[in-house]
């Protein structure tokens, strides 16, 4: 358990000696690059006296679990008195039976974790907590902040002692900071808050109640739950998944630059940003949130079902069947399969026990085409014309070994269809992606990649069949990865240390 600290103008993280961190210095064996932009993180918190927050905040995570694979935690509030546990690996793997019966309290945040800001490190893990005048603050975050540098040198300069590499840690001691000025939690995240530049999505505990606040674009998702209980209690999470997995009925959205403040006496609203501009990053609706989580008032499987078939409009093709990459091209599979008339069938077997693993195949297996994680079915594709629906290309590797698969089982054509437009721009708020000269579609055309990757035929939605399926205001949706139109100011630093190619040119 972490005691409260005695009153102190230094800042200084909580104690750390109940942390499960057996590893605490090794990272997890190393899976093979993805070919999919990595999400950041899936944030959980929730206020409800008289119930099993850390259970609860368990279910939560593990219904978040897609949104990061690398660690998990979760802190508790007993009062004053904050109890953190928090490891490396999946959210089943972290936490058993005994130890979330230790982790009692009135309130709870959680966090599982994609890194993008600090290296994959139990160190890094979250929630991160900090010791101030008031008590502990515990924070998870989803998001990335784009000043790290200058806010981090700040920090230190004001003799913060920071343990991790991470941005998300620097909103929590920024917040300290402000607690130990003579602020209460309110006015201290709220000025904190103002020293970000970024995305941030955030779930605060505090002794005296739970926070929840996104940055003033909104980039990545928060939701309010609400318990059936009496009186009622109030549940926030990444994704509405998330409350479904716990009965939470999805009450709304956190706004973009609000504050929601949830202690017994209910939950207040403060708008601390005087001009928020909502700028959703639409790569949660085409790939990053679960299908069955709801945006807009309708499930993404609904978005993903119609940009499939605006696709099926835009690229028809004369095939036999039309297949998906399982799980997250399946939705926009169905939908072109819709809207051309083309039969729909599952084509590719995908192994969901596939995780990170130390065993590597032997190199007979690599050269035999070792296939852990997609398996084709032969008898559906031998002699079939195919069209498969992915819903992005970032590198192309991996689309270039599940075409050669098709064709190894049988497959006469293969023609690729991509319910995005080409990934042409990296990624500054959240998402894990590579470098710009990493990015096929920011080097090669649209045949070039075809060529690459091995198909008869590529073809991408366009972006006005992407942001017109949403039926919202094309502006209120974060679209740089295909546009290069970054509604955040990025510093020339960062920038220059992803846009390899526009350096490239001014150089």
């Known amino acids: 358990m972490i005691p409260n600290h005695p009153l102190s103008s230094e800042v200084r993280p909580a104690d750390s000696r109940d942390w499960h961190a057996d ?24 206020y409800a006296p008289e119930e099993d927050v850390a259970k609860l905040t368990y279910f939560g995570l593990y219904a978040l679990q897609h949104r990061g694979q690398e660690s998990a935690g979760i802190a508790t509030f007993d009062g004053e008195q904050v109890r953190l546990h928090k490891d490396m690996g999946l959210v089943s793997h972290v936490f058993s039976e005994s130890i979330l019966h230790d982790l009692p309290g009135n309130l709870a945040v959680g966090h599982t974790r994609y890194s993008t800001t600090g290296s994959s490190r139990v160190v890094n893990a979250q929630p991160a907590v900090v010791e101030t005048r008031l008590g502990p603050v515990a924070l998870a975050h989803n998001g990335n902040l784009v000043n790290t540098a200058e806010l981090r040198d700040e920090l230190l300069q004001r003799n913060c002692n920071l343990v991790s590499t991470t941005d998300s840690e620097m909103i929590a001691v920024a917040i300290a900071l402000e607690v130990n000025a003579g602020k209460n939690w309110l006015e201290a995240a709220i000025s904190a808050f103002h020293r970000c530049s970024g995305a941030f999505s955030l779930t605060i505990g505090t002794p005296a109640g739970l926070m929840g606040a996104r940055d003033p674009n909104g980039v990545r998702p928060l939701v309010i739950g609400t318990l059936d209980s009496n009186p009622v209690r109030y549940v926030l999470a990444s994704e509405t998944c998330g409350l479904d997995i716990i009965g939470a009925q999805y009450l709304r959205d956190v ?20 001009q928020p501009q909502r700028k959703l990053c639409i790569f949660e609706m085409i790939y990053f949130a679960r299908p069955d989580s709801v945006m807009h008032d309708e499930s993404l499987y609904t978005y993903r079902l119609r940009i499939g078939r605006q696709l099926a409009k835009e690229a028809p093709a004369d095939v036999d069947i039309i297949i998906g990459v399982p799980d997250s091209g399946i939705p926009a599979a169905i939908g072109f399969s819709q809207g051309s008339g083309i039969p729909y069938a599952e084509g590719l077997i995908k192994n969901r026990y596939v995780g990170r693993t130390f065993i590597q195949p032997t190199q007979h297996m690599r050269e035999s085409g070792i296939r852990m994680k997609l398996n084709p079915l032969k008898d559906v594709l031998e002699g079939k014309r195919v069209v498969i629906v992915d819903d992005s290309i970032v590198r192309g590797t991996t689309s270039r070994k599940i075409v ?27 998402i894990d992606t590579d470098n710009q000269d990493q990015l096929i579609a920011a080097t090669k055309s649209v045949q070039e990649i075809a060529d690459q990757i091995g198909v008869d035929s590529l073809a991408f939605l366009s972006w006005d069949g992407m942001v017109k399926a949403t039926g919202e205001d094309p502006k209120s949706f974060c679209t740089a990865c295909f546009t290069g139109d970054y509604p955040i100011a990025v510093p020339e630093p960062v920038k220059r240390s992803k846009l390899m190619l526009e350096k490239a040119v001014t150089v």
Request: glycine share 10%.
């Open 255 to 274: 706004e973009p630059g609000e504050l929601v403040w949830i202690t017994e006496e209910g939950m207040a609203s403060f708008h601390w940003s005087k």
């Open 23 to 46: 590893s605490a210095d090794a990272t997890l064996g190393v899976a093979p690059a993805s070919d999919k932009p990595q999400e950041a993180c899936g944030v959980f918190g929730i």
């Open 404 to 430: 050669k698969a098709l064709r190894d089982a049988g497959a006469v054509e293969v023609h690729m269809r991509i319910s995005s437009p080409p990934v042409t721009h990296p990624c500054f708020y959240g």
